[in-house]
């Protein structure tokens, strides 16, 4: 498949600098990487070619960082976490099949609002915790990731703000959004197999893109790894607003 029949020299480049970055941050935070390729792919290519091309740099960007406290870590996090994936699973995949159908933007505006707030009030040092997981919580959250997950690629907000709530140690909670988003990808490249958003002409499009993300998730790391837990919180609450104010934003811009 001949990759400039889809696209422009300059686009496939401008396309690998936004891996590049998607990947860096997150390297440093464990998430974000769906809204940065989101936000920058968008501003020149078609939707249905955004989707495609996040796919499989986000597989590949999350089975690592799913495993980088081994195999199983990775599966006590997939116990630990059984009620959000399963319920954000099986909502993922319907929504997905939506794509076509029904505008996402009012989706984007009720999480983008809710994770912005959120953000806001634990920055002015209202700090919202649970002090243990809830599944009734566990499953509305997953629920709301995994829908909106599957119409827009973007799943990482709510989760990272459950995450936040039940103030997760930094190491586990890269390993968790790993195993998270891992299985949301795995989930997400079956969906839109079946929706036709993956086909023939986007998967090689989507396959450049690997390198280039694991180039800057590998950067990002590097300067992750020297963050203690305070830091680590504050940093990964600015991205976390910055990622809401964009759904917000992507959802009133229609």
């Known amino acids: ?37 989101v936000s920058g792919l968008n501003s020149f ?98 629920g709301i990731a995994g829908f909106v997950g599957g119409m827009s690629g973007i799943w990482g907000p709510p989760t990272v703000a459950y995450l936040t709530a039940l103030n997760t140690p930094k190491k586990e909670q890269i390993r968790i959004q790993g195993v998270i988003y891992g299985l949301g990808a795995v989930l997400l490249l079956i969906a839109h197999q079946m929706s036709g958003i993956v086909r023939a002409e986007t998967i090689p499009f989507s396959a450049t893109l690997v390198l280039p993300a694991l180039a800057g998730m590998w950067v990002g790391i590097k300067l992750q790894d020297h963050f203690d837990q305070a830091s680590f919180r504050k940093v990964t609450l600015f991205v976390l607003l910055v990622a809401g104010l964009n759904l917000l934003r992507r959802g009133l811009m229609g």
């Open 1 to 37: 498949m001949n990759l400039f029949s889809i696209l422009s020299p300059q686009e496939l480049l401008l396309a690998m600098a936004v891996a590049f970055a998607a990947g860096w941050i997150k390297g440093i935070v464990g998430f974000a990487m769906p809204m940065v390729f």
């Open 45 to 142: 290519l078609p939707p249905d070619l955004t989707l495609a091309g996040l796919i499989l740099p986000t597989l590949v960007t999350n089975g690592l960082q799913a495993l980088r406290g081994g195999a199983s870590a990775a599966y006590s996090a997939i116990l630990r976490f059984r009620v959000f994936l399963v319920v954000g699973g099986l909502l993922l995949v319907l929504s997905a099949q939506l794509v076509a159908l029904v505008p996402n933007s009012v989706f984007l505006i009720l999480i983008g609002a809710f994770v912005s707030v959120f953000v806001l009030f634990q920055l002015l040092g209202a700090r919202l915790t649970l002090s243990r997981p809830s599944q009734g919580i566990e499953a509305v959250i997953g």
